[in-house]
């Protein structure tokens, strides 16, 4: 839900008390329902929108079972330098999270932010986002397309090629993803699950070959939390059978879940959507971070519908606390379900370690 977007700090953009009268000014426009997605054009960014990200997790069995990697870039139109004639005014601010959990070894995390046209760059016709040598994009040869993952940092580095075995997946109505009862509270959101993974891994000095499964989320949007939320729970499953699920809720700050969905797509490609009243989640046990104090329920039990599932994380530690462009805690790791329905995937949750305040805010950021 990935989905997440942060305001940059002062050194990034101008003044506060020189751009709150151009932010004041700032019309974003409003996710519709009924617009109708084109591919490969809305893999590209949507640069008139508050907040977008493209976000990758997966599961590697090769070099060693439940190796989890996270690979995200974030967009956000803070809205505080539009009235600015310089082309690499903070008009457009690109950040990116990659992590990496290796079992036994604990998580790993790096992070970059840049402007746009000042270290960063974004495509509107088709996926490619980038800021230096970071860079997540779609490649088409021969009829075949992949989505290409490239990072370098001192812990660690990869170039992943990701395929697809099975179509997108559509979120809500045609990718039109309510977020609350409100009207506006929505994203456009795409999924892409069950994506085969190939390319190599380098860590600790040695490159080797990497083999699983990931899940590919693109969402923009220019509203997310509705009164009263302060973050939310999401689920990206990638399902043994073959078949993918995704589902979330929006919270308050007592953990009272204020609007939730979830979409199953079964191995045969029958999509079934869930209502809000028909999801809950039950957490179940929680993990404390020695960090900041902020109590993540690592084990969630998910009903909906007919079906339930646990969440059983491959470690307890999959706090990100990001620095870059302001700083941020979140959880995110691999996880594995079982219940009615089995498989891996990444777990997120955005709040614990206080509200999130999504872009436009002052000091706000959306999720990662």
């Known amino acids: 839900m990935r989905r997440r977007s942060f305001l940059a700090t002062p050194l990034l953009l101008p003044s506060l008390s020189s751009a709150a ?18 591919f490969p054009r809305d893999h590209g960014a949507h640069p008139a929108f508050r907040t977008e990200w493209w976000y990758v997790t997966g599961a590697l069995d090769a070099p060693q079972p439940d190796v989890g990697f996270q690979f995200t870039f974030f967009r956000s139109r803070p809205g505080i330098a539009e009235g600015l004639r310089s082309p690499i005014a903070a008009r457009q601010i690109v950040f990116a999270h990659a992590a990496l959990t290796v079992p036994g070894e604990g998580l790993q995390h790096a992070e970059r932010a ?34 290409q993952l490239r990072m370098q940092s001192p812990q660690f580095s990869w170039d992943l090629s990701l395929s697809p075995s099975q179509p997108l997946l559509l979120q809500g109505d045609a990718g039109h993803s309510r977020k ?8 456009h959101y795409v999924s892409w699950p069950q994506l085969r993974v190939a390319g190599t891994l380098l860590r600790q000095g040695r490159r080797q070959a990497v083999d699983g499964r ?8 220019t509203a997310l939390l509705g009164d009263g939320a302060v973050g939310w729970d999401w689920l990206g499953i990638n399902l043994a059978d073959g078949g993918a699920l995704m589902a979330f809720r929006m919270r308050d700050a007592g953990g009272t879940t204020l609007y939730a969905h979830a979409a199953w797509r079964d191995a045969g490609g029958r999509l079934r959507q869930f209502a809000s009243y028909e999801v809950q989640f039950t957490p179940l046990r ?24 646990r969440t059983r994380p491959v470690i307890d530690d999959q706090e ?3 620095t870059v462009p302001t700083p941020v805690s979140y959880w995110e790791g691999l996880v594995h379900v079982d219940g009615s329905l089995t498989g891996r995937g990444y777990l997120e949750m955005t709040g614990y370690a206080g509200r999130l305040r999504v872009g436009g805010e002052p000091g706000a950021r959306a999720p990662a």
């Open 286 to 309: 929680h993990w404390q971070s020695p960090r900041n104090g902020a109590r993540y329920p690592v084990q969630i039990e998910v009903r909906f519908g007919e079906h339930h599932i």
């Open 21 to 38: 009268a151009v932010a004041a000014a700032v019309v974003y426009p409003a996710v519709e329902a009924g617009a109708e997605l084109v």
């Open 320 to 322: 990100l606390s990001t």
């Open 214 to 221: 990931a899940w590919f989320d693109h969402e923009w949007s």
């Open 180 to 187: 609350g009862l409100a009207p506006g509270l929505a994203s």
């Open 114 to 147: 840049a402007r746009a046209n000042l270290g960063a760059r974004f495509a509107s016709h088709d996926l490619d986002v980038r800021i230096g040598a970071w860079r997540m994009f779609r490649q088409e040869t021969s009829g075949r397309q992949s989505l």
